[in-house]
């Protein structure tokens, strides 16, 4: 059953199906004016050594959000459109 967040809150799950490092570290989904909405996340670390998570919103396809709050399927996303 798919996690489903409260109204401005989310989760992110390890990706534990990544096949490469292009793929999302983290995924998840968050609630926004009732409707879940997939994101996913990138670990990095910054030129002073800092780790953070780089997001991405997925507001296409909303069966997404919650197939990934399964956290059962690895889909694909292309970060070419990150601006970092």
Same mark, same amino acid.
Request: aromatic letters at 6%; hydrophobic letters at 35%; proline letters at 6%.
């Given at each position: 059953? /798919? ?25 998840? #989904?968050?609630?926004? %004016? ?6 996913? !996340? ?15 919103? =997925?507001?296409? %396809? /909303?069966?997404?959000?919650?197939? !990934? !709050?399964? #956290?059962?399927? !690895? /889909?694909?996303?292309?970060?070419? =459109?990150?601006?970092?």
């Amino acid at each position: 059953m /798919p996690i489903q967040s409260n109204e401005g809150m989310g989760v992110l799950f390890i990706n534990r199906n990544r096949a490469n490092d292009k793929q999302p570290t983290h995924e998840g #989904n968050i609630c926004i %004016d009732g409707r879940q909405i997939r994101i996913v !996340a990138w670990q990095r670390k910054s030129k002073a050594g800092n780790m953070f998570l780089a997001l991405s919103v =997925d507001k296409g %396809d /909303p069966n997404r959000a919650a197939r !990934a !709050a399964t #956290n059962d399927e !690895a /889909p694909f996303h292309d970060d070419n =459109d990150i601006p970092f």
